[in-house]
């Protein structure tokens, strides 16, 4: 399967403790994509990088929340002291770099997590 | 900045009418609009884009989506529905040249047999 794959698929964990996520993009794509998507809602962009390079990143990020992407190749989102406000499916997809922006995104089956 | 809109949680239709699912966007400049399809427990699935050219856009299981830029909308339709297409349903809007995707709140529809 040569799709965008995240790992763990779910993650229960409690409130307090630190967990990560992981990511691989299909591998010619050189943008990578997270969100995350509560029950009910659509999915609510986080942070993106091109390359290894995180170009934007949402102000709903709090600083408890970081992403990396050392190689270029897959990604890592990491939250720390989790809340029961994270519970949520954390997204991640990856696209090319067409020419202003006119990419689809291609996504991940999605890693759920719950903070109890 | 940029939004969008699905006026409508569901949408119920029975098996072999055509089905619409509405959304209107707001963006400064030139749009790029997707919609995307997700079934239960799965990802995200790509359905169709708008990016130029002709309004009406052919996507994948015969979904299309007709864009109105006067009316600031990008609304999916098929012509035939199946139970099988019942999923929830995200419209999403980019800027022209910039890679943040929005998306609305999804549209879930049903159809019945």
């Known amino acids: 399967d040569t799709g965008v794959s995240q790992n763990p698929r779910h993650k229960i964990t409690k409130r307090g403790q630190n967990v990560t996520f992981r990511c691989d993009p299909i591998?010619?794509?050189?943008?990578l994509y997270w969100y995350r998507q509560t029950l009910g809602q659509g999915p609510e962009f986080l942070t993106y990088f091109q390359n290894e390079a995180q170009l934007e990143k949402s102000r709903l990020l709090s600083d408890r929340f970081s992403a990396e992407r050392p190689k270029g190749s897959f990604s890592t989102l990491e939250i720390q002291r989790t809340e029961q406000g994270d519970s949520a499916m954390y997204l991640c997809?990856?696209?090319?770099?067409?020419?202003?922006?006119?990419?689809?995104?291609?996504f991940g089956e999605g890693s759920r997590l719950t903070v109890l | 900045a940029q939004s969008v809109a699905q006026p409508e949680d569901q949408v119920n239709v029975a098996e072999g009418n055509p089905l619409t699912v509405k959304c209107t966007y707001s963006v400064s400049g030139n749009p790029y609009l997707f919609w995307y399809v997700q079934y239960p427990n799965r990802g995200l699935q790509f359905l169709l884009k708008?990016?130029?050219?002709?309004?009406l856009v052919k996507g994948s299981y015969g979904f299309e989506a007709e864009f109105n830029k006067s009316q600031t909308s990008f609304h999916l339709k098929k012509p035939s529905a199946l139970v099988s297409d019942s999923a929830l349903y995200f419209c999403?809007?980019?800027?022209?040249?910039?890679?943040?995707?929005?998306f609305g709140t999804g549209t879930r529809l049903q159809v019945f047999p």
């Open positions: 591998s010619e794509h050189n943008r």
């Open positions: 708008y990016i130029t050219g002709d309004n």
């Open positions: 997809a990856s696209s090319t770099d067409l020419e202003s922006g006119a990419g689809e995104l291609f």
């Open positions: 999403a809007v980019r800027r022209y040249n910039t890679d943040k995707l929005i």
